[in-house]
T-cell receptor
Framework: EPEVTQTPSHQVTQMGQEVILRCVPISNHLYFYWYRQILGQKVEFLVSFYNNEISEKSEIFDDQFSVERPDGSNFTLKIRSTKLEDSAMYFC????????????????FGPGTRLTVL | AQTVTQSQPEMSVQEAETVTLSCTYDTSENNYYLFWYKQPPSRQMILVIRQEAYKQQNATENRFSVNFQKAAKSFSLKISDSQLGDTAMYFCAFFESNFGNEKLTFGTGTRLTIIP
């Protein structure tokens, strides 16, 4: 069964450093997402990406964040200068085409990357 | 903006019993989807069940069923014959079916513990 993969599973970084979190979505999917979950809190939407551009972003997704699909398989989230409050679990998700009458397909989540900023 | 509320931070139930997790939401839209996700200690997000707002019939997936009350904006999850593997965080989530608004909005979660 196809699945979303994420690397690394755990990333530890110093405050102020840049990090890149990597995701490989399901191969025939067209919509890609990043969510984050601070420990003990709810999952929060960061950004959605479609047709090589951001389709929606939340207020959390400020200028320190960027996303990229550098090739046909990877989808990355970059945090330019990490802060302590960026420590969280980051989930990548992807969904398929909006075929038929339903503008929605299930979002498949990856296993997450735990980011720890020291 | 859509909001999702889960009023039960924690619940516990004996194995084999039935438990119901509550969720309410707020939206002005008519077309949307509702979901229950399970997050075990591994923290993987696993889709349990989904409900399309235009469908009157409540969704069912094996031991999992929902009680969808559109007018009341209520979406509860019932787990029958609960098993130890059901121990997890459960998140209710909302999706509005308009292009340009593709995000899932999650509730704060309910931590469910199944007691042997």
């Amino acid at each position: 069964e196809p699945e979303v993969t994420q690397t690394p599973s755990h990333q530890v970084t110093q405050m102020g450093q840049e990090v890149i979190l990597r995701c490989v979505p399901i191969s025939n999917h067209l919509y890609f997402y990043w969510y984050r979950q601070i420990l003990g809190q709810k999952v929060e939407f960061l950004v959605s990406f479609y047709n090589n551009e951001i389709s929606e972003k939340s207020e959390i997704f400020d200028d320190q964040f960027s996303v990229e699909r550098p090739d046909g398989s990877n989808f990355t989230l970059k945090i330019r200068s990490t802060k302590l409050e960026d420590s969280a679990m980051y989930f990548c998700a992807s969904s398929g085409t909006s075929g038929g009458d339903l503008p929605y397909n299930e979002q498949f989540f990856g296993p997450g990357t735990r980011l720890t900023v020291l | 903006a859509q909001t999702v509320t889960q009023s039960q931070p924690e619940m516990s139930v004996q194995e084999a019993e039935t438990v119901t997790l509550s969720c309410t939401y707020d939206t002005s839209e008519n077309n949307y989807y509702l979901f229950w996700y399970k997050q075990p200690p591994s923290r993987q997000m696993i889709l349990v069940i989904r409900q399309e707002a235009y469908k009157q019939q409540n969704a069912t997936e094996n031991r999992f069923s929902v009680n969808f009350q559109k007018a009341a904006k209520s979406f509860s999850l019932k787990i029958s014959d609960s098993q130890l593997g059901d121990t997890a965080m459960y998140f209710c989530a909302f999706f509005e079916s308009n292009f340009g608004n593709e995000k899932l909005t999650f509730g704060t979660g309910t931590r469910l513990t199944i007691i042997p």
